[in-house]
């Protein structure tokens, strides 16, 4: 397993970089298939200086990816947080590894725990439904953020479980079961919602 530290307006000190690389080395025991830790260490202007220091992780672990971000007063103490953190999301998705089935679920299995949405697409391009407006040209949204992901098969239970870990609002992944790009939701009545493309 490897550990980057990196830091972000501020100068990494050699005692910092080791406190952050000894903290997060604790994950190992727990899962032995982590590939790369990333840690990002910053001071970020806000008002709120008990917020100010933050450490930012992510973990690569066999085509699975773990996030944590913690912000203190301490950079000391932003990186326990999030380390502990971390911990937690490494346990739990052990656990639920150790109680998956062996068997993967039939297709009306499947079904039942999933909601399936197709997007048509007509010359290349993605129908848009009415109630898509389009934003005013000084209200244009933009793109603040981008990010990237691994592309490891895997099937819609395992997706699902990745978007429970990642705590976000869809998930991108390559279904094992069509060879082909899905996204996966969570719903407001608490199941999930997976869009599979139509050609």
């Known amino acids: ?25 604790a994950i190992k025991k727990y899962f032995d298939h982590i590939i790369e830790v990333d840690v990002t260490l910053s001071v970020d202007e806000v008002k709120d200086q008990t917020r ?49 089935p062996r068997r993967q679920p039939n297709k009306e299995e499947r079904l039942a725990t999933h909601t399936v949405l197709s997007i048509k697409t007509k010359g290349g391009k993605t129908k848009e439904t009415a109630a898509a407006a389009t934003p005013a040209p000084d209200q244009a949204p933009r793109i603040v953020r981008s990010g990237t992901f691994p592309m490891k098969p895997m099937f819609a239970d395992e997706a ?13 992944f390559s279904n094992a079961e069509t060879n082909q790009i899905n996204v996966i939701y969570k719903r407001s009545d608490g199941n999930f919602g997976l869009i599979e493309p139509e050609f």
């Not at 830091?7 to 000894?22: D, F, P, T, V």
């Not at 990186?79 to 590894?97: G, T």
């Not at 699902?160 to 991108?172: H, M, N, P, T, Y």
Request: aromatic share 6%; with cysteine; charged share 30%.
């Open 160 to 172: 699902a479980q990745q978007l429970e870990l990642l705590k976000q609002g869809f998930f991108v």
């Open 1 to 25: 397993m490897q550990i980057v530290v990196t830091g972000k307006n501020i100068h990494l000190s050699q005692a910092l970089k080791e406190y952050a690389e000894k903290k997060l080395s």
């Open 52 to 100: 100010s220091k933050v450490c930012e992780v992510t973990v690569w672990a066999n085509g699975i990816v773990m996030r944590g971000k913690k912000a203190s007063e301490d950079l000391y103490a932003s990186i326990d947080m999030v380390a502990d953190k971390i911990e937690r999301q490494v346990k739990k998705y052990k656990d639920k590894q150790r109680d998956l």
